[in-house]
């Protein structure tokens, strides 16, 4: 099948870290069809990917830009059996067009779900972008939340099909040192909550820990971030790394006792799901579809699932268990920490609930890592069935 992917979000040089996922969704679909992609770039940079690209200078906020887009993509529409735009922006080049051909569009955007928690200029787009979700003949969504959303608004069908998540080649040990070091992975939103993971590397020291934060990422509260952790006397011992690409990542978790990740709302949560299958217990609210795939014996969640608006209690001081949302099956979460058995000693002091309140795991738990995507998933977003 010929397919026509269309996508402002590809890793570039500048930008490294943008729409990976969607990279791996291209080429999951490349295994098995023949596979164009144009890259609605909005500074014109070139995806720094490894198949062949068109790409096409569109800002949202230039209408004529987004009219040449629309123009490009009704052209090669032609020579396509299927379109399949991924991402919101992907959506505006059609707005006015009719393009002829079965069309899968692809959702990820957590404003959506959560619109508070997305800037102004953002939030003013979504009644559009609603409207523009009712055009294709199927929308995949990443997670159930999102898919319940999106299908408020449309007629069509809605299908859940989450993100790839590949495994590493090599599932490296924990640290050995003396320091406990914290990872998170996100733009320095305030969604994100990377004020709060400084915060608690803060409330760490103060309680004894020899404790430091690595975070990956950039954006507009860098400033901020740094200035918190200045105030709060621990600069020396926060890393903000800027944008890194996925092969940093797996470094950078490689270094990792604890992936820490106070999110108000994720689509599904990459970089959470990245955490697991690396072999590192993860700290984070329950707040978004990482309560799908995050259970038993590798996570913590935040105080009555709620958002973090504080240092997050399991992972500042993981003396008291937490509760997480019902399952898609309606059965609660038992109260989740860390267990001591595989911990190394720096992440066993910070890991001991009250004798009361202990859940106990058996040791033949079952595996922590998410279902990766299955085979035949590309095919699957591919079919407008």
């Known amino acids: ?144 939340d999102l898919a319940t959303a999106i299908g408020k608004t449309r007629r069509g069908r809605t299908r859940i099909i989450p993100n790839a998540v590949p495994r590493p080649v090599e599932v490296h040990a924990r640290p050995d040192g003396g320091v406990l070091t914290l990872v998170g992975v996100g733009g320095l939103i305030a969604r994100k909550g990377p004020d709060i993971a400084v915060r608690t590397v803060a409330e760490l020291r103060g309680r004894g820990e020899d404790a430091r934060l690595l975070w990956a990422g950039d954006g507009p509260m860098r400033e901020s971030v740094a200035s918190l952790a200045k105030e709060l006397g621990v600069r020396d011992h926060v890393e903000l790394r800027g944008r890194v690409s996925p092969d940093e990542v797996e470094g950078l978790l490689a270094e990792a006792d604890v992936f820490i990740l106070p999110t108000r709302m994720e689509t599904f949560g990459v970089a959470i799901a990245e955490a697991l299958v690396a072999g590192r217990p993860v700290v984070v609210s329950a707040s978004g579809e990482q309560a799908s795939f995050v259970s038993g014996p590798m996570a913590c969640w935040s105080k009555d699932g709620r958002p973090p608006t504080t240092p997050m209690p399991c992972s500042a001081s993981r003396s008291s268990t937490a509760t997480a949302p019902r399952r898609r099956s309606r059965r609660r979460r038992r109260p989740c920490s860390i267990p001591r058995s595989g911990a190394t000693p720096r992440v066993r002091r910070i890991s001991r609930p009250p004798r009361r309140r202990q859940t106990r795991f058996p040791r033949t738990s079952t595996s922590s890592s998410p279902p990766t995507t299955p085979a035949g998933t590309s095919a699957a977003r591919s079919r407008p069935s």
């Open 1 to 144: 099948m010929k397919v026509l992917v269309v996508t402002p979000w590809l890793p570039t040089a500048g930008r490294p870290d943008i729409g990976v996922f969607i990279r791996r969704d291209i080429e999951m679909l490349r295994a098995d069809h023949d596979v164009e992609v144009i890259h609605l770039s909005a500074d014109g940079q070139e995806a720094t990917v490894d198949f062949p690209v068109t790409t096409v200078r569109m800002s949202t906020a230039d209408p004529r830009s987004i009219r040449r887009a629309g123009g490009v993509i009704a052209e090669r529409a032609g020579d396509a059996d299927l379109v399949h735009s991924m991402a919101a922006s992907a959506l505006l080049p059609f707005l006015g067009r009719r393009i002829g051909r079965p069309w899968v569009h692809t959702e990820h955007w957590s404003a959506l779900l959560a619109p508070s928690t997305a800037p102004v200029s953002a939030r003013v787009s979504l009644p559009l972008v609603r409207m523009l979700l009712r055009r294709p003949d199927v929308v995949i969504a990443v997670g159930h």
